[in-house]
Nanobody, 122 residues
């Protein structure tokens, strides 16, 4: 499966953005999906993950209550709704897939999409 993230952009602090991760080549129904982000000079970090059917989710503490991960398997797409954005949310955001749920380390995911830049101005 190939993954393509989109929806990034420039937004003011307090604003919202919705990222999308569209899959092709295979259905995502058999994969747990994750979002990660990487700021300049920092390591890639976990943001959120969602189980195969969307029943279970998990979030990094830093985004809990502000970000929501969802998926639409019929559209082969995963979303990350980001609200109350802060300048420290500025990063390139990546989507990833793996057959196992609950993974939070980048090296555990074996499928990655290209990133989309999110910039939050103060």
């Amino acid at each position: 499966v190939q993954l393509q993230a989109s929806g990034g952009g420039l937004v003011q602090a307090g604003g919202s953005l919705r990222l999308s991760c569209a899959a092709s080549g295979d259905t995502i129904g058999g994969y747990a999906m994750g979002w990660f982000r990487q700021a300049p000079g920092k390591e890639r970090e976990f943001v959120a993950t969602i189980s195969w059917g969307g029943t279970y989710t998990a979030y990094a503490v830093s985004v809990q209550g502000r970000f929501t991960i969802t998926r639409d398997n019929a559209k082969n797409t995963v979303y990350l709704q980001m609200s109350s954005l802060k300048p420290e949310d500025t990063a390139v955001y990546y989507c990833a897939a793996d057959q196992r749920f609950g993974l939070t380390r980048p090296k555990e995911y074996h499928l990655w999409g290209q990133g989309t830049q999110v910039t939050v101005s103060s």
